[in-house]
């Protein structure tokens, strides 16, 4: 008889045990869909930057510096997205949103520019996407946090520590993406 308790305890803890392993294993895997959510619209955005590039270099005038700038940011958040750094990831973002900001407050100057068809569209395009990307950071850092407060909850954290689960990384922003814009020293540059 205690033969069979001690049997329906152990049964019962062991299923315990799988459904908690189960459930981490499902919230790890919503950080990484989170993730690669937001790596598509990333690699879109990046993939309609060269494009906002060469219409704005059609204007001959139009500040290369900047155009300059977006590039290298660009291949420096390439290189970060390989490498899997969040902190560097986010760090860059913030820099290349700032210099959007700086193209299109330069494009103010250049009427032609700003009335060309194909400068609209792209403006338009980048700036949906980055109201994409924002949401789906939103989504991200939520997927981190229950994953995160999940592997150290008592008792999931004896399964997260025996089968090797690891706290996820937010996307943190930099102090300066936190800021209010300052649209006038957009205009000075």
């Not at 001690?6 to 908690?20: C, D, G, K, R, T």
């Not at 820099?95 to 299109?104: E, H, K, N, V």
């Not at 338009?124 to 592997?151: C, G, K, P, Q």
């Not at 999931?156 to 937010?170: E, N, R, W, Y």
């Amino acid at each position: 008889m205690y033969l069979w308790i001690l049997l329906a305890v152990f049964a019962a803890l062991l299923l315990y045990a799988v459904s908690l392993y189960n459930a981490l294993v499902r919230i790890k895997h919503e950080v990484s869909r989170s993730w690669a959510n937001i790596d598509v619209l990333l690699k879109q955005r990046h993939d309609e930057l060269p494009k906002l590039v060469a219409v704005c270099q059609q204007y001959a005038q139009f500040e290369q510096a900047t155009l300059t700038r977006v590039m290298e940011a660009r291949a420096a958040i390439r290189t970060a997205t390989r490498g899997g750094d969040i902190a560097r990831i986010g760090e860059l973002e913030g820099s290349l949103r700032g210099l959007l900001g700086q193209i299109y407050a330069v494009a103010e100057a250049y009427p032609e520019l700003k009335a060309d068809q194909q400068f609209a569209l792209l403006s338009e395009r980048i700036s949906t996407l980055e109201n994409a990307i924002a949401d789906r950071r939103e989504l991200y850092n939520e997927a981190v946090n229950i994953n995160n407060i999940r592997i150290e909850q008592f008792p999931d954290v004896l399964i997260a520590q025996t089968m090797g689960f690891a706290k996820a990384s937010p996307l943190r922003f930099s102090s300066q993406d936190k800021a209010d814009v300052d649209i006038a020293a957009l205009f000075d540059r």
